[in-house]
């Protein structure tokens, strides 16, 4: 029976995952193998109550994938490309070259022309993002070495697919034009079809960069006009109407929505309100994934399969092992250890689902015929949906003879108590900042990310909750609703950025009181609206210049004054030059006026003092003069 409507497929596929991933679960398989085999039971090849017509299913697939890539984007920060630029370009960029030049070099040597060879071979290089992250995420080992250069080599195919599919269209050959052309003559015309080559290309690109010139002046407006409605619901609303907007804009021009959706999570990942979108959709991104599950699933292509079986097994072998084979060499190159390079070659030995997105793409505009198509998504599809079932194969025999090092990441601790303090890290700077409030009566509440750290202070006596003071929801069980001060003092300046930025949204009453890495940094925590900012260095260098004074002949409180003098004006200048540090040419005019201003003011003071006998609160020059001991300073 083969149901027709919305509803009666939504309810098969729910009822499927609900009875499917459990079963998996308890069998030690994971959800997403559960979910691929859900597919396989209800699709068109297992029981018929889906897809019969064959686009049902890839409509799911379609919109699982969608929301999944606008999640990916949203982690797109520029900050984070930045810290992991090596393992992205230099692991993800050799894993896409190496895979593209050996599939094209394999594809002309089994007699297909360069076009087709290199169309396959690059579309091959990209694994699954979405069954990779989930597992990863699942298993709690997302933080290791593995995972996060697994991640990063994502990251960088996510982004490459861009280029990608500017190129496929200039691969294409007269022949399987005009075999698309008869296959496809009752289908619409997309108006971009009807520019040569060269000008599809640099429509795509001048598509692409519009959505992201637009997205960056037009998306922060509108989102803050929506925030003061004050409706959290209106947030959700707005991100699927520019996710739509988009999708349908690059529709028009015969590009993949959810590449367009991807890009839109990109133009949002440098949003104030990134945090909020992400916190409002993460509760669909599960149930979305496992829809999309279900989807490769239920399209593979059993009696192609079974047409052809030897053909379509020695390809996916040849994918899959080929694949390890590089990704554990590479591996080795950037020195994982074996442990972790097993679990990171075996995760992403895979074709991707972007695979279904580009060999569609490729038939579309005559780069591969049909026929040949149908072969390498049913490679991609049944690859996929070994993955689970490798991984498992190697956790559960390969793994126990190396052992995964790093410990998964611990839940956040349930906080029991209220303070009108709350500090953010408990290292060297906070720890002094808290003991000294302690010792005077004052109640914190002590949160730190570091779970190592936390056991040993909890063994020095000192109560300390683990937690992502980032989090609202870690912020608010805290005590942060009716805390009066917020103190950052931990020493990463990127969190400390995400933590003003969750602290000034949902509770700006907070006085927040910031430790700076440097001046850059401080400059960025003003910008964020920081109440006060203590740079780590600038304490502890005037300290050492005042005892230098002091040892070069200097009254103490000579010594003493000069180095407040200093801090206050530098304080001074720091907030002016924060104001025009993006005119660089007005920066570095203001710069070294500032420097000559407060040389000049520190040399008016040496000259007042310079002659005054009057020693102050002066005590080693007095006890000198009267003879006492002083060797005890």
């Known amino acids: 029976m083969h149901g027709e409507g919305f509803f009666f497929q939504a309810f098969v596929y729910l009822t499927a995952a609900v009875i499917a991933v459990p079963i998996a679960k308890k069998l030690g398989l994971g959800s997403v193998l559960g979910y691929l085999l859900a597919g396989i039971v209800i699709g068109p090849y297992g029981l018929e109550l889906i897809g019969r017509e064959g686009q049902d299913v890839m409509h799911f697939a379609e919109f699982g994938v969608v929301?999944?890539?606008?999640?990916?984007?949203?982690?797109?920060?520029?900050?984070?490309?930045?810290?992991?630029?090596?393992?992205?370009?230099?692991?993800g960029g050799l894993q896409v070259g190496i895979t593209t030049v050996t599939g094209t070099i394999i594809g002309i040597i089994a007699g297909l022309s360069w076009q087709f060879s290199l169309a396959i071979g690059i579309t091959f290089s990209l694994s699954s993002t979405a069954i990779v992250l989930q597992s990863l995420n699942e298993k709690g080992i997302m933080k290791t070495e593995a995972g996060q250069n697994s991640f990063a080599v994502l990251l960088f195919q996510d982004i490459a697919v861009i280029p990608i599919l500017a190129l496929l269209p200039l691969l294409a050959t007269d022949a399987v034009k005009n075999i698309t052309a008869q296959t496809t003559s009752d289908t619409a015309v997309i108006w971009v079809e009807l520019l040569p080559a060269w000008a599809k290309t640099i429509v795509v690109l001048g598509i692409i960069a519009a959505i992201i010139i637009l997205g960056k002046f037009m998306v922060g407006p509108v989102f803050r006009i929506i925030a003061q409605t004050r409706l959290r619901e209106l947030f959700t609303a707005a991100a699927l109407l520019l996710v739509i907007g988009i999708a349908l804009l690059m529709g028009s021009v015969g590009l993949s929505p959810a590449l367009g959706t991807f890009l839109a999570g990109v133009v949002l990942a440098t949003s104030e309100y990134r945090h909020e979108l992400e916190g409002d959709i993460e509760p669909f991104k599960g149930l979305l994934l496992g829809l999309f599950f279900i989807a490769v699933g239920a399209s593979i292509d059993f009696g192609m399969i079974a047409d052809q079986p030897a053909r379509i097994?020695?390809?996916?072998?040849?994918?899959?092992?080929?694949?390890?084979?590089?990704?554990?060499?590479?591996?080795?190159?950037?020195?994982?250890?074996?442990?972790?390079?097993?679990?990171?070659?075996?995760?992403?030995a895979q074709g991707g689902e972007f695979g279904f997105v580009l060999f569609s793409f490729a038939t579309q505009n005559g780069v591969l015929p049909a026929s040949l198509t149908g072969q390498m998504i049913a490679v991609v599809?049944?690859?996929?949906?070994?993955?689970?079932?490798?991984?498992?194969?190697?956790?559960?025999?390969?793994?126990?003879?190396?052992g995964t090092k790093e410990k998964p990441e611990?839940?956040?601790?349930?906080?029991?108590?209220?303070?009108?303090?709350?500090?953010a890290g408990f290292g060297d700077f906070g720890s002094v900042v808290g003991r000294l409030l302690r010792a005077n009566g004052v109640g914190t509440t002590v949160l730190d990310v570091d779970s190592n750290h936390v056991d040993l202070l909890r063994k020095l006596g000192i109560k300390v909750f683990y937690g992502d003071a980032s989090r609202y929801d870690l912020l608010h069980a805290a005590g942060a609703g009716k805390a009066r001060i917020l103190i950052l003092a931990i020493g990463d300046p990127t969190k400390i950025l995400e933590i003003v930025e969750t602290a000034r949204k949902h509770f700006p009453h907070l006085k927040i009181l910031a430790r700076a890495t440097g001046r850059i940094h401080a400059y960025e925590l003003l910008e964020a609206g920081v109440d006060y900012i203590f740079r780590e260095s600038l304490d502890t260098s005037l300290r050492m210049g005042v005892e230098v004074l002091r040892q070069l002949g200097f009254r103490s409180y000579q010594a003493l004054r000069a180095s407040r003098l200093f801090r206050y004006q530098d304080e001074e200048g720091l907030r002016i030059l924060a104001e025009m540090r993006h005119d660089r040419k007005a920066y570095i005019s203001r710069a070294r006026q500032h420097i000559q201003d407060l040389e000049e003011t520190l040399q008016n003071e040496l000259e007042l003092f310079g002659d005054t006998p009057d020693l102050g609160w002066d005590t080693t020059s007095l006890r000198k003069e009267f003879g006492e001991d002083t060797s005890d300073r």
């Open 313 to 348: 097994a020695m390809l996916v072998s040849l994918l899959i092992v080929g694949k390890f084979i590089l990704l554990f060499i590479l591996g080795r190159i950037f020195r994982l250890r074996l442990d972790q390079n097993l679990i990171f070659a075996v995760s992403l």
């Open 67 to 91: 929301m999944m890539l606008f999640l990916i984007g949203l982690e797109l920060q520029p900050k984070l490309l930045w810290q992991l630029r090596g393992p992205i370009l230099g692991l």
């Open 410 to 423: 611990q839940e956040a601790d349930k906080i029991d108590e209220e303070n009108p303090v709350i500090i």
């Open 381 to 402: 599809a049944v690859s996929m949906a070994l993955t689970p079932l490798l991984t498992l194969i190697n956790e559960k025999l390969i793994q126990p003879r190396f």
